[in-house]
């Protein structure tokens, strides 16, 4: 047996109702890595917890014991950017490894994220999610970690933060939900574009214009569970074991066969984040 092919590339798992029960769901549909993804410092903990404990648990004496590879992020979201950064700051120096030992191992921090800004709903105000955004983008400088960004309604904002502190080598806008113009711009800039069930959506064409533009190496898939499952799940409860129907999507948009996508995504967010252990195998 080997682990399955697909990469979540951005998950919640820390916010599932059952975290063990979609794993096992994850396996059965061919998933062999997930980033669990922190969007605060509690939520930053918790998902540390659950990649160090149910990494280490799917690995071991089970009828599962092939389940995904797990890693985690840790990050502010900008609804909460009136929080401050400083509590995101003291865990990583808090967690991450000290210099010359292994990184990007199951279990460990990968990222810095999802941090960024939301216009949408401006939970916080836009001047000071600019500031948690360029903080973030700094502590991705200082830890050499992935940046990963969430941007709702503000592309040229996030494009002048991003100038202004410099955009890290590796760098992922998550859920891309911009059109082919700022995808080109992303790509240009050397970011990684990573696409969501929202590519499933009847409303969304500029998104899967900017899925067939966007070269399958600078290209993640991801769920974003629990929000945003994809056709024919939307409306439900979003999960892991949902990614491939993202990326069966990808396929028939850019014509290539779905073990293709599949390979060459996880690849991608392996490139992207520095993961060191092989995916499947």
């Given at each position: 047996m080997t682990r399955g092919p697909w990469t979540d590339s951005h998950c919640h798992l820390q916010d599932l109702d059952d975290p063990p029960e979609a794993l096992r769901r994850a396996v059965e549909s061919g998933v062999g890595r997930i980033v669990c993804v922190g969007t605060g410092v509690d939520s930053s903990?918790?998902?540390?917890?659950?990649?160090?404990?149910?990494?280490?648990?799917?690995?071991?004496?089970?009828?599962?014991?092939?389940?995904?590879?797990?890693?985690?992020?840790?990050?502010?979201?900008?609804?909460?950017?009136?929080?401050g950064v400083e509590g995101v700051a003291r865990l990583l120096e808090e967690t991450m490894p000290g210099p010359g030992a292994e990184r990007g191992l199951p279990g460990s921090t990968v990222g810095i994220g999802e941090c960024g800004l939301d216009y949408h709903y401006d939970y916080s105000p836009r001047d000071v999610q600019r500031e948690a955004f360029a903080a973030q983008v700094a502590l991705a400088h200082q830890f050499e970690l992935a940046l990963v960004v969430h941007t709702r309604d503000a592309w040229h904002d996030t494009f002048a933060v991003l100038d202004a502190e410099g955009?890290?080598?590796?760098?992922?806008?998550?859920?891309?939900?911009?059109?082919?113009?700022?995808?080109?711009?992303?790509?240009?800039?050397?970011?990684?574009?990573?696409?969501?069930?929202?590519?499933?959506?009847?409303?969304?064409?500029?998104?899967?214009?900017?899925?067939?533009?966007?070269?399958?190496?600078?290209?993640?898939?991801?769920?974003?569970?629990?929000?945003?499952?994809?056709?024919?799940?939307?409306?439900?409860?979003?999960?892991?074991?949902?990614?491939?129907?993202?990326?069966?999507?990808?396929?028939?948009?850019?014509?290539?066969?779905?073990?293709?996508?599949?390979?060459?995504?996880?690849?991608?967010?392996?490139?992207?984040?520095a993961l060191r252990a092989p995916g499947h195998g």
């Open positions: 903990r918790r998902a540390r917890a659950v990649a160090r404990e149910l990494g280490v648990a799917s690995s071991v004496g089970s009828d599962w014991a092939l389940g995904p590879e797990l890693y985690a992020t840790v990050g502010l979201h900008p609804h909460d950017a009136s929080s955009i890290p080598d590796r760098t992922i806008i998550h859920c891309f939900t911009g059109g082919p113009d700022e995808a080109r711009r992303c790509l240009d800039a050397g970011a990684y574009l990573s696409f969501s069930g929202i590519a499933t959506f009847k409303g969304a064409p500029e998104v899967r214009e900017a899925v067939t533009l966007c070269p399958l190496d600078k290209m993640l898939v991801e769920t974003d569970a629990p929000y945003l499952a994809p056709v024919p799940h939307r409306g439900r409860p979003n999960e892991p074991a949902y990614v491939p129907l993202v990326g069966a999507l990808v396929a028939e948009l850019k014509g290539v066969p779905v073990e293709e996508v599949a390979e060459a995504t996880s690849a991608a967010t392996a490139t992207v984040f």
